[in-house]
């Protein structure tokens, strides 16, 4: 799977900011897909992951009620909507995808996702 992530730049504390993943060379509706984000000097941490459907998410306790994932599978497409952002938001952030699992609802490790994107950066000025 190829996995293009974008829309991350510099924003405002409190501000928003969209991010889209392009996925191409899987049939998307078979892809549970996920967003992570790595701050500097830090772990790679879940943020966010959606079901194939796009009918189940879940979501880390640190970005619960700010963030939001969403899919468009007619579009192979996955979005990271974030509001509320704070500076400690700022991370680069990467999505990630894979189809081996069966029977599961969503996928929130990392070592159960084999694809990744490149990342896009999302800074949070106070």
């Known amino acids: 799977v190829q996995l293009q992530a974008s829309g991350g730049g510099l924003v405002q504390a409190g501000g928003s900011l969209r991010l889209s993943c392009a996925a191409s060379?899987?049939?998307?509706?078979?892809?549970?897909m996920g967003w992570f984000r790595q701050g500097p000097g830090k772990e790679r941490e879940f943020v966010a992951a959606i079901s194939r459907s796009g009918g189940s998410t879940g979501y880390s306790n640190s970005v619960k009620d700010r963030f939001t994932i969403s899919r468009d599978n007619a579009r192979n497409t996955v979005y990271l909507q974030m509001t509320s952002l704070k500076p400690e938001d700022t991370a680069v952030y990467y999505c990630?995808?894979?189809?081996?699992?069966?029977?599961?609802?969503?996928?929130?490790?990392?070592?159960?996702?084999?694809?990744w994107g490149q990342g896009t950066l999302v800074t949070v000025s106070s």
């Open positions: 990630s995808a894979d189809d081996r699992w069966a029977n599961r609802v969503i996928v929130t490790r990392k070592d159960e996702y084999g694809s």
């Open positions: 060379g899987r049939t998307f509706s078979s892809l549970y």
